[in-house]
């Protein structure tokens, strides 16, 4: 019969990475704790709370305590651990090549207003024509994607930092706008790479239109490039004449990414490679451009054309990137055209991490009211999912790994997240024997038939009970 492979390696490189976060901890049964608490995490079925780890390592007969208070304590110090994962994920990088990031907000719901940074939110499950707020914390994910492979990638969450809104009343943490939460995740990463040795490395950004704001393209870092989607409206303007008179910051008033993409010639083809299969897109770019009042910032328009027949409806999608200057002091794109349309294509990954983590691995499932445990433990999720994810790419790479062992389905060429979760509690589990419950063979029906009838006995027993 066909199981699912045990791979030693996987779990070799999980090892290795909670080996790498050994020195961040001040006591040894602190860290033993905590990788008993990261191994509980793909064992545990149910929601991802405190006591369903100390069930799913079978310590049901202990106090829920000692763990809690690795959140409410500070024993797991998040900053350090960022700062740990930052540096495993530059092997895969070198220091002449683009270290890509992704940034977007995302919310955790919640049920009470009490805990810290709970605020009114709109509900993003709610129809357009009708939308509601729910009580949620907002978050930003600011998150590394991985190097390309075949036209893949995967976001891994590098900082997951608390945005909370001023309405929401945070008690440790200041409120935050999210686009400033950015600004501290770019200071951020610019100060890992100095640590590291490589504060000449590019940095490219990749969010969507919240990230179009004034405020952020004053604040960018020295060799951070951002790449942000923009409005159909955005009012834009060309750089001054220099040979006009006085000193002016802005020259005539540019098109609006909506009359671009409106004019039917200066189109050109570009061919990227997504997900395994080559697309061919319309696009045009205008610039250098400027926004008022980020006169010292040189921009470039990037429109997308969409695409409408009875297959396909793509709408058209304006991107801004901020320009950079060539040799002879001319400004121009800082990353070749196609490079910087995979890379907005691959923005996506993020949600793909959101959805992820919130509905598959139990992020904001851990009832913790204490102020920093509020916040320590949702990080503490975003932190083993970038772990497990890691050890994963380490392993496979992205497409390397093994065949979903079923007839129907032989699995995506990317893996998934439960392709590997099944092969980390396939590596620790070990090789087992299953006799499907629905056999044609009836050699084994009279185990099967035992089988039943326990089972039924045991739901009869606790209907009486």
Same mark, same amino acid.
């Given at each position: 019969m066909t199981t699912i492979p045990q791979n030693d390696e996987l779990l070799k490189q999980l090892f290795g990475l909670l080996e790498a976060h050994r020195r961040i901890f001040k006591q040894e049964r602190v860290y033993q704790r905590v990788v008993a608490m990261v191994v509980a995490e793909v064992f545990v079925f149910a929601r991802h709370t405190v006591t369903q780890l100390l069930m799913a390592l079978g310590m049901t007969g202990q106090d829920w305590s000692a763990m809690y208070r690795v959140f409410s304590r500070g024993l797991f110090d998040y900053d350090a651990a960022s700062q740990v994962l930052f540096g495993e994920t530059l092997r895969h990088v070198e220091g002449n090549e683009v270290y890509v990031l992704v940034g977007d907000g995302t919310q955790t719901p919640r049920s009470s207003h009490k805990l810290e940074g709970v605020g009114w939110l709109r509900h993003l499950r709610t129809p357009p024509f009708k939308v509601g707020i729910h009580l949620a914390q907002r978050w930003f994910n600011g998150s590394w994607l991985l190097p390309s492979e075949? !036209?893949? @990638?995967?976001?891994?969450?590098?900082?997951?930092?608390?945005?909370f809104t001023a309405k @929401?009343?945070? /008690?440790? *943490?200041?409120?935050? =706008?999210?686009?400033?939460?950015?600004? /501290?995740?770019?200071?951020?990463? #610019?100060? /890992?790479?100095? @640590?590291a040795g490589r504060s000449e490395q590019t940095v490219l950004l990749v969010g969507d239109g919240h990230y179009d704001t004034v405020s952020l393209w004053q604040r960018l870092p020295p060799q951070v490039i951002l790449l942000a989607r923009s409005a159909r409206n955005r009012v834009l303007w060309h750089l001054?004449?220099?040979?006009? *008179? !006085?000193?002016r910051k802005y020259g005539e008033r540019a098109l609006t990414p909506q009359q671009v993409w409106q004019e039917r010639r200066g189109w050109r083809r570009v061919t990227i490679q997504v997900r395994g299969k080559a697309r /061919?897109?319309?696009? =045009?770019?205008? !610039?250098p451009v400027l926004r008022k009042p980020a006169a010292a910032v040189p921009l470039f328009l990037i429109v997308v054309r969409g695409k409408g027949n009875a297959n396909t409806r793509r709408e058209p999608l304006p991107f801004l990137v901020n320009a950079v200057p060539d040799e002879a002091g001319q400004w121009t794109l800082p990353l070749p055209l196609d490079t910087l349309l995979f890379w907005a294509w691959q923005r996506w990954e993020v949600e793909v991490a959101h959805r992820e983590l919130k509905s598959t691995f139990g992020l904001g499932h851990k009832q913790c009211f204490n102020p920093t445990a509020a916040v320590r433990s949702v990080q503490w999720s975003a932190w083993v999912y970038a772990l497990l994810l890691l050890a994963g790419y380490r392993t496979w790479q992205l497409t390397g790994a093994p065949p979903v062992?079923?007839?129907?389905?032989? !699995? @995506?060429? #990317?893996w998934s997240l439960t392709t590997l979760w099944r092969a980390y509690r396939a590596a620790f589990w070990g090789q087992h024997v299953f006799h499907p419950l629905c056999s044609p063979s009836p050699a084994d029906w009279g185990e099967k038939e035992r089988l039943l009838l326990a089972l039924r006995n045991a739901v009869f027993a606790a209907a009486r009970a």
């Open positions: 075949a !036209g893949y @990638s995967r976001a891994l969450p590098l900082r997951w930092l608390p945005a @929401s009343r945070p /008690q440790v *943490h200041a409120a935050c =706008k999210e686009w400033e939460a950015a600004v /501290q995740f770019l200071a951020w990463v #610019r100060d /890992q790479f100095t @640590s001054p004449d220099p040979a006009a *008179h !006085g000193n /061919q897109l319309q696009v =045009k770019v205008l !610039g062992p079923t007839r129907w389905w032989r !699995g @995506s060429p #990317r």
